[in-house]
């Protein structure tokens, strides 16, 4: 099968805002395994913070949650970077992630550490639980800002929901200048497996910018041997601290501090990150 050209240069016009693309693609085996990958590579930041802020933000969290053993909920939990150290710490923690691979690995962490952690291989915007079910939340790496208004709106009422009366909402977000980067084209061939695809594949990407900057779509188009187009929409919104602000007292929280990230140091003008601990309330 050749490459319908009409097909391609429909794929390539600019998307509307927040459009998606109906293949999924992070819980597949085979893209999943590339995740966990990047997950575990300390040379990077493609997947999740490096070691060292991650060491700092679990102490900052520790700190946070005080003495005694609490119940975490731990959304798109990955690995198990911050769900296994929290849990060897006698905390009760409940991890979800729906890439196959990640969540296999974790498990395996805990059984080696002989820790229990309740891993769950599930998409954290398709579930619920009972009210009042934790005393605390964690959504870190900008989780939030890949979402789309609707499911970051929804997931937050939940969030609210699940949380115990005091109960802590931790999470991050980037700030416009995490995407001040070119908007550039590129394009490469593959003649082995590569991140998106096993066997020979070419893959088109480029970056499209919204919203004056505020909102990017990383969008990658994979064309496979036998000519089949595929493309990935990946959506990065990202918020001053207004934005945060607004978005949290929208969604019920009114008791929050804002950090320069998840280590809890001071906020910074210039910082791409922006952490948050907050409190319900009622």
């Known amino acids: 099968m050749g490459i319908e050209f009409p097909e391609l240069a429909h794929i390539m016009r600019r998307p509307a805002l927040y459009d998606q693309t109906p293949d999924t693609f992070w819980n597949t085996p085979y893209i999943s395994s590339h995740v966990l990958d990047a997950h575990l590579d300390e040379e990077t930041d493609d997947a999740s913070h490096n070691r060292q802020t991650i060491e700092d933000t679990i102490k900052f969290l520790l700190n946070r949650l005080g003495q005694g053993s609490t119940h975490i909920l731990d959304l798109g939990c990955g690995p198990g970077l911050y769900a296994l150290p929290l849990a060897s710490e006698g905390h009760h923690v409940t991890g979800i992630d729906f890439g196959p691979s990640s969540i296999s690995y974790a498990k395996e962490q805990a059984a080696q550490a002989s820790v229990y952690i309740d891993y769950r291989e599930e998409d954290y915007t398709q579930i619920d639980f009972e009210e009042n079910s934790f005393d605390a939340v964690l959504l870190i790496y900008g989780n939030i800002c890949t979402l789309v208004p609707s499911q970051r709106d929804a997931l937050l009422n939940n969030i609210y929901k699940w949380l115990k009366p005091g109960g802590l909402f931790f999470f991050d977000l980037f700030t416009p200048k995490y995407l001040d980067i070119p908007l550039d084209k590129d394009w490469y061939y593959r003649a082995k497996d590569g991140f998106w695809r096993e066997g020979e594949h070419i893959v088109m990407e480029d970056k499209v910018s919204y919203s004056g ?48 990230d998840l280590t809890g140091q001071t906020w910074r003008e210039d910082s791409q990150w922006i952490g948050v601990c907050a409190k319900k309330t009622t």
Do not use: A, C
């Open 213 to 260: 900057g505020k909102i990017r779509l990383d969008r990658y188009i994979v064309i496979d041997k036998d000519g089949h187009i595929t493309p990935y929409h990946m959506w990065h919104t990202s918020y001053t601290r207004l934005d945060t602000e607004v978005l949290l007292e929208k969604n019920k929280f009114i008791d929050y501090q804002i950090y320069n």
